[in-house]
């Protein structure tokens, strides 16, 4: 395949892999096992791709001249991404250090979007319009196959030797701790420290503070829910919640949205019509939740990834901003 080819070829595969990467965190639905399947496809078309580039970089390498650092760095990254994704995939290795494969794997994806961007800046390549020719779009359609095929051997290689990654939920997470509260993995979003708060003076504050509730008050409610806390970390737990649904607690106030925030400042928005869908919980499997999840309350979010249960909160608000008004992913 001609090296301008290949190299377009890559930047839509790069392109593919980041889109369905970040979907596969945002779709709760059933819709995301066919993302993240979608998501493996084109990560391994890409490692299909590798000979051929491999050809284009011996060459670029030899013409000596600036750019070659960057266009080794982001080898380096794509190489230490994708290699840390199988990993993951085949649950042998849950963590190295205090990093788990799949966190490696996000953050080197992310750093290769800088670097990556500096190298086509730099090496550019101008598409044509017989870049879209049939026997292109036929050639096309045979490394995505490759990459199918090969996503289906590494499936049934996992299932055939009883590997961990075998059992993977459909968004590749691993079970930890269903039913088993004080086995739960302890993560946060991005920086968030762990809150030891006095569960006998801590309030909850709804619709402006206008409502304060205690501890022993939400647990009044004795709404139940089993829902599956599936963490952006790669693990997922099924668990019995206890609290107060969130229409009981909203029950008068209007608006768009409601804003669940925590007392270290973190915070999501959700449609007013989840109301009956969320529940704030204190106890986890008929036991109060324990710090590093967020005592002495925290949100319970059906069908959506681990960065909407807001732990440690403090306020829940209605507003009039629409529940979308807010970055995709929180930025602390
Ligand atoms: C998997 C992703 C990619 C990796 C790991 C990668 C890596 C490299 C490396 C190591 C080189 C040789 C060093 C140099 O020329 O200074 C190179 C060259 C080059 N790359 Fe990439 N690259 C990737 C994707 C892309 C993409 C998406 C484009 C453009 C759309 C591109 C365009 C080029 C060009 C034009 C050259 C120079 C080839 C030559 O001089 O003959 N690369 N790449
Ligand atoms: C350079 C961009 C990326 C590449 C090349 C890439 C490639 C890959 C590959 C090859 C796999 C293994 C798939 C399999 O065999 O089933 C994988 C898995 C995964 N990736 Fe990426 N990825 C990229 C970016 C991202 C981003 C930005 C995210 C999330 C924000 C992400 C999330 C995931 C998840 C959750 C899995 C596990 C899926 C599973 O267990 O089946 N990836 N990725």
């Given at each position: 395949m001609a090296g301008r080819r290949t190299n377009l070829a890559l930047l839509a595969l790069l392109l593919l892999a980041f889109v369905t990467g970040g979907a596969s965190w945002l779709i709760g639905s059933a819709l995301v096992r066919w993302i993240v399947i979608a998501h493996g496809i084109v990560g391994l078309s890409i490692v299909v791709l590798a000979p051929w580039k491999r050809t284009i970089a011996r060459r670029g390498v030899a013409r000596r001249r600036p750019g070659t650092g960057?266009?080794?760095?982001?080898?380096?990254?794509?190489?230490?991404?994708?290699?840390?994704?199988?990993?993951?995939?085949?649950?042998?290795?849950?963590?190295?250090?205090?990093?788990?494969?799949?966190?490696?794997?996000?953050?080197?994806?992310?750093?290769?979007?800088?670097?990556?961007?500096?190298?086509?800046?730099?090496?550019?390549?101008?598409p044509r319009t017989?870049?879209?020719?049939?026997?292109?779009?036929?050639?096309?359609?045979?490394?995505?196959?490759?990459?199918?095929?090969?996503?289906?051997?590494?499936?049934?290689?996992?299932?055939?030797?009883?590997?961990?990654?075998?059992?993977?939920?459909?968004?590749g997470s691993f079970e930890a701790g269903s039913g088993v509260p004080t086995s739960m993995p302890v993560t946060q979003w991005l920086n968030d420290p762990v809150q030891e708060l006095d569960p006998a003076s801590w309030r909850l504050h709804v619709l402006?503070?206008?409502?304060?509730?205690?501890?022993?008050?939400?647990?009044?409610?004795?709404?139940?829910?089993?829902?599956?806390?599936?963490?952006?970390?790669g693990w997922f737990a099924d668990q019995e919640w206890r609290?107060?649904?969130?229409?009981?607690?909203?029950?008068?106030?209007?608006?768009?949205?409601?804003?669940?925030?925590?007392?270290?400042g973190y915070s999501r928005r959700f449609p007013r019509s989840d109301a009956s869908a969320l529940l704030l919980a204190t106890l986890v499997g008929g036991v109060p939740l324990s710090a590093g999840h967020g005592a002495p309350a925290r949100l319970v979010a059906p069908g959506r990834r681990g960065f909407w249960w807001v732990k440690w909160v403090t306020a829940i608000d209605?507003?009039?901003?629409?529940?979308?008004?807010?970055?995709?992913?929180?930025?602390?």
């Open positions: 960057t266009a080794i760095a982001f080898a380096v990254l794509i190489g230490t991404s994708i290699a840390a994704a199988l990993v993951h995939v085949t649950g042998v290795v849950r963590s190295v250090g205090t990093f788990s494969p799949l966190g490696i794997h996000v953050a080197t994806a992310i750093a290769a979007i800088v670097v990556g961007v500096a190298h086509v800046v730099r090496r550019p390549v101008r017989t870049d879209l020719s049939r026997r292109n779009l036929l050639r096309s359609g045979a490394v995505l196959g490759a990459g199918a095929a090969g996503w289906l051997t590494l499936a049934g290689l996992l299932r055939a030797t009883g590997a961990r990654g075998g059992d993977r939920r459909m968004t402006d503070g206008v409502r304060n509730y205690s501890v022993d008050e939400l647990a009044g409610f004795g709404d139940t829910l089993r829902a599956t806390l599936d963490c952006t970390g609290g107060a649904r969130l229409d009981r607690l909203l029950e008068g106030g209007e608006g768009e949205s409601i804003v669940v925030r925590s007392v270290t209605v507003g009039d901003e629409p529940w979308w008004w807010q970055p995709p992913f929180p930025l602390t």
